[in-house]
DNA sequence: GTGAAAGCGCTAACAT
DNA sequence: ATGTTAGCGCTTTCAC
């Protein structure tokens, strides 16, 4: 293919490259004729500007990444392409890497992201192991996490609030009449899913019923046999009602459960607030748009050299999709 | 934030950026004390390539832009995170670029990719016109099609095979008992619509009915206000069954319809077969894992090379989810 | 109003 | 086995 640069430009037009830069970057120092030539040959020639030249150049690239365990989670994709919404209007474009919930591809999305030379990255990490965030704030690079966060590391994140979500949770349960829910969840590793079961927790604290710790069972969002999963603890618990981690998670057992005895299932990422789906069922989800807005203004700032630490919750509530 | 370079390396050893480049790119002219000192120093100053020097010097970057209408429409979300999948396994990586179905974004999204060096580029148009595809063209940019195609155009491209899939859905109603079928489509230039629409026509012809072309509905797959357009159509049409271009349609019009009349209704994309939804449809869907697979390889013989051009038709088959 | 030239970080060809 | 250097395309500073 055919790459037309600067120079052939200039040389079509017997002017220099410095010209008709400052002419193609709006530098209004050069005379309306010469402009208007270029400009006619540049549009002609099919020229595009060559990023890699102006980033080595510049030390800069307008481009930030976005690094998430699976774009193809409903939820994940939306925040996504409110993020990429959001910057596009402001010059900013955006590269979307997927790491599978694998700690490694983690690690190797961050330092493709990092070659790139974008100029900051947002990271909704796997947690199986922090190295990548660690590198992250080692090498200095601007960056924030979203929806999920380290507990154990004092560093920027905007999450939902869930530990109020999983409060809400519990109390739509209590209403329904329901003393014995089931939290079914991610890995612990995954602390958002601890916060969403201490919510729960407390919410039925304040009802006088205490949840205990085996009332957590902890499931993989990726695991392959889901239904065998949901049997086994159809026969093993004794539960009048599921808090699943997410709705992803409740999709899949809500049928298998319910082929026993149907019982309330709440989720949590309320998909159905974008995504129309024809069934009944409550999820708690993030008001407004979720944490897409808050997540690019805190890189933007960070980007800026903002040095505050930024701890973002945001508000969540409960969703009830009727049909 | 602090970016190492090669020459930070070089001067911290005393040697030149030459040695160190060749270690890091494991070129094996390099005495082996030098070799570990090289390796041991970059890993600690945690040092990661500039792939703009590299571009810039190479001429290539081993990036493939994936540009898509709706990147939280489930079904691309899951043909890209495949697309990823593939092309990281050959050492590629992928950028992603959002269009919101808008022409003009597009055209921008196409130019941002080129200006990134990418070595070739996916792309699903909105199809509102040409000019990207005739852009890509002209500059002679390795790039295919996917899920979409201009039959005006004479280029490379990976779809379904939708006329054979508005067959079978056709198959299925009649099966059914269904002899009035409504197809709920979308606008007219999304040329597989059509085709999804001549295959329904066919199926019925072979059944001795003919369908005209009043039963095609267009409705935009962003439409803000489906209710409305669906009790509209509820009102004005004579139906026993709905073919509705996309799972996402179906799903917003199915509850609608449903409270008026119970009819069968089939969908496309099969989007169940990768995100489990608890209720009961049935959708058209590509077989295997759809065009994410061989548009890779498509691609990637564009990008070395191959002036043959691809018209590949991806098979499709009836799926009925049942809970 | 335009030209000339340095230099961003890297690779590869050529020297030693 | 290692050093030296040109040049990828661009922006910017300094001349004229």
Same mark, same amino acid.
């Given at each position: 293919m055919k790459k037309v640069t600067l120079k052939d430009i200039a040389n079509k037009l017997n002017v220099t490259v410095g010209t008709v830069s400052h002419v193609l970057n709006g530098i209004d120092d050069i005379s309306v004729e010469t402009k208007m030539k270029v400009l006619k040959t540049a549009e002609k020639m099919g020229y595009v500007s060559n990023n890699s030249a102006v980033s080595l150049r510049l030390g800069k690239t307008n481009t930030i990444a976005v690094i998430v365990p699976d774009i193809s989670n409903p939820h994940i994709a939306y925040q996504i392409k409110l993020i990429e919404d959001k910057l596009r209007n402001l010059n900013y474009s955006v590269i979307i890497l997927n790491t599978n919930e694998d700690d490694s591809l983690e690690y190797k999305a961050i330092t493709t992201a990092l070659s790139k030379q974008v100029d900051g990255v947002l990271l909704c990490p796997? /947690? /199986?192991?922090?190295n990548g965030v660690e590198f992250l704030k080692k090498i200095e690079m601007p960056y924030a996490l979203i929806g999920r966060y380290f507990s154990q590391i004092d560093t920027d994140y905007i999450c939902a609030d869930d530990v109020k979500g999983g409060y809400l949770a519990g109390k739509y349960l209590i209403e329904k009449g329901c003393k014995n829910p089931l939290y079914v969840g991610?890995?612990?590793?995954?602390e958002v899913g601890n916060n969403r079961f201490e919510g729960l927790k407390k919410a039925y604290e304040e009802a006088g019923i205490t949840i205990d710790e085996e009332k957590y069972i902890p499931i993989s969002?990726?695991?392959?046999n889901i239904n065998e999963l949901t049997e086994d603890i159809v026969k093993k618990y004794n539960f009048d009602s599921i808090v699943a981690f997410s709705d992803i998670i409740a999709f899949e057992i809500m049928p298998v459960i319910n082929k026993v005895k149907k019982v309330p299932v709440v989720g949590f990422d309320a998909i159905s607030s974008h995504l129309y789906l024809p069934f009944c069922y409550a999820s708690v989800g993030m008001v407004n748009k979720g944490w897409a807005d808050k997540a690019t203004e805190v890189l933007l700032e960070k980007i800026n050299g903002e040095k505050r630490v930024f701890h973002e919750l945001i508000d969540v509530k409960m969703f009830e999709f009727n049909i």
């Open positions: 796997c /947690q /199986q192991s922090s991610s890995y612990k590793y995954i969002p990726v695991s392959e």
